[in-house]
């Protein structure tokens, strides 16, 4: 009710927040899957690899993060002496949730002369445990500069990690994890939802189980997906990946008369969308910048433990 308050009902947010980013020094960081209006407000959108990259280069004095909290702890990493503020501390990530440090720790020292992989969308602990960091754009391009006498483990990611040995043709062992959003989109209502558009391409994440990857026409990063529908002569598509990208997607292609379907869950829920993600508002960047709050603070020893393999990936990347 406090911060509530704190919002004058006459604050055109848009324009507060533009004063306020002046008034801080400020860069707004969104990723794809943010509503409309975070991005809208937002001074670079992008997918992890792009936010990381434009993390690194940044000379911002603040970083205002609308995305999850794995992606703010990225910017951290990178920048150990800069104001990293959230939208909302809670937002999480059940691929980070579902692979603790104790317990990734304990798994890889079952495996010690793997060579450590571990998708970006993990915890601190989890990156300061790995020989390298990779995103969905990367990770194909980075495991192939991996020497082929080095057994890999991969996570938290299974059916990127599998993805990702189909493509490779490299042996992994994989952590058992899975993305909340990506894995609840349904094969079966997929073929029948082609089957009224029949002329729609499939674009879908490799994020999403095997079974709706083998529906697909083309599999890529959020980026690539983008790049992929703007490129593309077709005219309808269906999106299996989280629907926020789908602003952008629309932005991109206006008056080609390009229509973008969400692929369905195994529902009757929005459940295609990501909670985590969701959980940022406008209202929340606004009351974050002006009351420079929450920020995101970490311990440095394991800062500089986690940079190692954030930077290996930007190198090979």
Same mark, same amino acid.
């Given at each position: ?14 324009? $507060?927040? !533009?004063?306020?980013?002046? $008034? ?39 970083? @205002? #993060? ?13 920048? &150990?002496?800069? =104001?990293?503020?959230? &939208?909302? =501390? ?15 720790? *304990? ?17 601190? !602990? ?5 020989? @390298? ?10 495991? /192939? ?6 057994? +890999? ?8 990690? *599998?993805?990702? +040995?189909?493509?490779?043709?490299? !042996?992994?062992? %994989? ?5 909340? @959003?990506?894995?609840? #989109? ?9 089957? *009224? ?35 593309? /002569?077709?005219?309808?598509? +269906?999106?299996?990946? $989280? ?6 997607? /629309? ?13 369905? &869950? ?6 295609? /969308?990501? &909670? ?19 920020? =995101?603070?970490?311990? !440095?020893? %394991? *800062?500089?433990?986690? %940079? ?5 990936? %930007?190198?090979?990347?």
């Amino acid at each position: 009710m406090v911060q509530a308050a704190s919002i004058h009902p006459t604050h055109d947010l848009f324009d $507060e927040i !533009e004063r306020l980013k002046q $008034e801080l020094n400020a860069v707004i960081l969104a990723h794809y899957y943010q509503d409309a209006d975070l991005q809208d407000v937002a001074d670079f959108i992008g997918d992890s690899l792009q936010l990381a990259q434009e993390a690194a280069k940044t000379e911002a004095d603040t970083i @205002v #993060f609308c995305g999850v909290h794995f992606m703010a702890e990225t910017a951290k990493i990178l920048n &150990p002496d800069k =104001l990293v503020l959230v &939208p909302d =501390l809670k937002a999480g990530c059940s691929l980070a949730d579902g692979c603790p440090g104790d317990a990734f720790a *304990r798994f890889k020292a079952k495996y010690p002369d793997h060579f450590v992989v571990s998708y970006v969308n993990c915890s601190a !602990e989890v990156k300061a445990l790995s020989d @390298v960091i990779v995103t969905s754009s990367n990770a194909k391009k980075i495991v /192939e500069q991996i020497p082929a006498d080095r057994p +890999i483990l991969f996570a938290p990611d299974q059916h990127l990690g *599998r993805y990702l +040995i189909k493509e490779t043709g490299r !042996e992994m062992v %994989l952590w058992p994890g899975t993305c909340q @959003v990506h894995e609840l #989109f349904s094969e079966k209502k997929l073929i029948q939802l082609k089957a *009224r558009h029949p002329a729609a391409l499939v674009v879908a994440h490799p994020e999403c189980e095997k079974t709706v990857l083998d529906l697909a026409d083309h599999i890529g990063s959020t980026r690539a997906i983008l790049n992929f529908v703007v490129a593309s /002569e077709a005219k309808e598509f +269906i999106i299996a990946t $989280e629907p926020g990208i789908i602003h952008q997607m /629309e932005k991109a292609t206006e008056g080609q008369g390009k229509t973008f379907i969400p692929a369905p &869950p195994d529902s009757a829920c929005a459940c295609n /969308e990501c &909670p985590h993600m969701k959980l940022n508002t406008l209202e929340k960047l606004y009351l974050s910048m002006k009351l420079k709050s929450p920020r =995101l603070e970490m311990d !440095e020893v %394991l *800062r500089v433990k986690a %940079l190692a393999p954030i930077q290996r990936m %930007l190198d090979w990347s």
